[in-house]
């Protein structure tokens, strides 16, 4: 699947959608491996099949193979570390920010591509995720890396809009499911 197939499958009501996919996936703050290791890894955590698939494809033409396996790996580690790091900060114990995580996270260190990029797209999966605690961490990352503020404001863009695409096209699945659409 495409894109462009990706699009027409959007409803009407979400044409904005439609529009904000294709802009979005262009940026002068970021270079195209930044652009589309973000979007790779956003609907990798948005986790829709179609969403996943379609930009994948896409994005073959624009990442090499260390970098589509690092964007990938983002969401893996990120699925993780998320989770456990939002739990850290919404403890009402002050006990779990002091534990180690006791958590492999060796792809962080060493992630086959430049650190900053994997750091873009581990923002971008925090922001789909929600976890504050990981979002401060890599933003801060980045910004002492020498991303600008509009290219985590792109990052972050590219992931709100796919994560949306997600959401929409499995609520119209869902509607045709149940014949109300």
């Given at each position: 699947m495409s894109i462009d197939a990706l699009k027409a499958k959007l409803p009407d009501y979400a044409k904005?959608?439609?529009?904000?996919?294709?802009?979005?996936?262009?940026?002068?703050?970021?270079?195209?491996?930044?652009?589309?290791?973000?979007?790779?890894?956003?609907?990798?955590?948005?986790?829709?099949?179609?969403?996943?698939?379609?930009?994948?494809?896409?994005?073959?033409?624009?990442l090499s193979d260390a970098a589509m396996t690092a964007a990938k790996a983002s969401a893996a580690i990120m699925g993780m570390n998320n989770i456990y790091y939002r739990f850290v900060h919404l403890s009402g114990s002050p006990d779990f920010k002091t534990l180690p995580a006791r958590l492999r996270m060796?792809?962080?260190?060493?992630?086959?591509?430049?650190?900053?990029?994997f750091e873009l797209w581990s923002l971008a999966v925090s922001a789909v995720n929600g976890c504050g605690m990981c979002i401060e961490s890599h933003e801060h990352e980045v910004l002492g890396k020498g991303i600008t503020k509009e290219?985590?404001?792109?990052?972050?863009?590219?992931?709100?809009?796919?994560?949306?695409?997600a959401a929409a096209i499995e609520g119209e699945a869902a509607l045709a499911e149940a014949a109300l659409a």
């Open positions: 904005d959608l439609k529009l904000n996919l294709s802009n979005v996936l262009t940026s002068t703050s970021l270079t195209p491996q930044q652009v589309w290791g973000a979007a790779v890894a956003s609907a990798l955590a948005s986790r829709n099949a179609e969403v996943i698939r379609a930009i994948v494809g896409e994005a073959r033409q624009h060796q792809v962080i260190g060493n992630p086959g591509v430049d650190k900053v990029d290219g985590v404001q792109d990052t972050i863009r590219i992931a709100a809009v796919i994560h949306a695409v």
